[in-house]
């Protein structure tokens, strides 16, 4: 299987705001370079901007047991169990709507290792018709591809390495490279 290849997606700078611009020094900045004051006003204008949206925003954490198990373990730190909390809650949306159903494709932004690919794809029983499209900039060390190498560990997942910067979201990542 291959969903999609650099080829097929790559356009430079198309989700960078305007095409073939490059900020002249003056206009960049790095957040440090700003006082504590300067933030604070910053997120006061934030909230306040927010509140008069005036949109209710309701909290609903939900779970999923294929991280039961995971979750209640002790050798997670606080940081690794906000993930995996975070991580059921997904999950457990996706189920209470249906969707991790057969002919489903997932694309994990930003995935890094791939972990939330990975419960995902547990959490729909090794279903071979859901396929995964992993996507980042950058190659990382310990990944979570390597338990789904083989036929019977599930779907394959897929990887791809490119900035979301350069990433051409209108093509069908599905059709790509198919036998027709």
Same mark, same amino acid.
């Given at each position: 299987?291959?969903?999609?290849?650099?080829?097929?997606?790559?356009?430079?700078?198309?989700?960078?705001?305007?095409?073939?611009?490059?900020?002249? &020094?003056?206009?960049?900045?790095?957040?440090?370079?700003?006082?504590?004051?300067?933030?604070?006003?910053?997120? $006061?204008?934030?909230?306040?901007?927010?509140?008069?949206?005036?949109?209710?925003?309701?909290?609903?954490? &939900?779970?999923? =047991?294929?991280?039961?198990?995971?979750? +209640?373990?002790?050798?997670?730190?606080?940081?690794?169990?906000?993930?995996?909390?975070?991580?059921?809650?997904?999950?457990?949306?996706?189920? +209470?709507?249906?969707?991790?159903?057969?002919?489903?494709?997932?694309?994990?932004?930003?995935?890094? %290792?791939?972990?939330?690919?990975?419960?995902?794809?547990?959490? +729909?029983?090794?279903?071979?018709?859901?396929?995964?499209?992993?996507?980042? %900039?950058?190659?990382? =060390? %310990?990944?979570?591809?390597?338990?789904? %190498?083989?036929?019977?560990? $599930?779907?394959?997942?897929?990887?791809?390495?490119?900035?979301?910067?350069?990433?051409?979201?209108?093509?069908?990542?599905?059709?790509?490279?198919?036998?027709?």
């Amino acid at each position: 299987m291959s969903l999609v290849t650099l080829k097929d997606c790559y356009v430079a700078n198309i989700n960078s705001g305007i095409p073939n611009y490059v900020p002249l &020094k003056e206009e960049t900045c790095n957040i440090s370079d700003f006082s504590e004051g300067t933030m604070m006003e910053l997120m $006061g204008r934030i909230d306040k901007a927010i509140k008069k949206l005036e949109v209710p925003i309701s909290e609903d954490i &939900k779970t999923h =047991k294929v991280l039961d198990d995971e979750i +209640s373990s002790d050798s997670n730190g606080p940081t690794a169990l906000k993930h995996l909390l975070q991580q059921s809650s997904i999950i457990g949306h996706l189920d +209470s709507l249906g969707l991790l159903s057969s002919d489903s494709l997932f694309i994990e932004f930003g995935a890094g %290792r791939g972990k939330l690919s990975h419960w995902i794809q547990l959490a +729909s029983n090794n279903d071979e018709l859901i396929d995964f499209l992993l996507i980042d %900039r950058s190659n990382p =060390k %310990r990944k979570f591809d390597m338990y789904h %190498r083989f036929d019977t560990q $599930g779907p394959k997942f897929e990887r791809l390495l490119i900035d979301i910067e350069h990433l051409d979201l209108g093509i069908d990542f599905i059709g790509v490279n198919q036998p027709t």
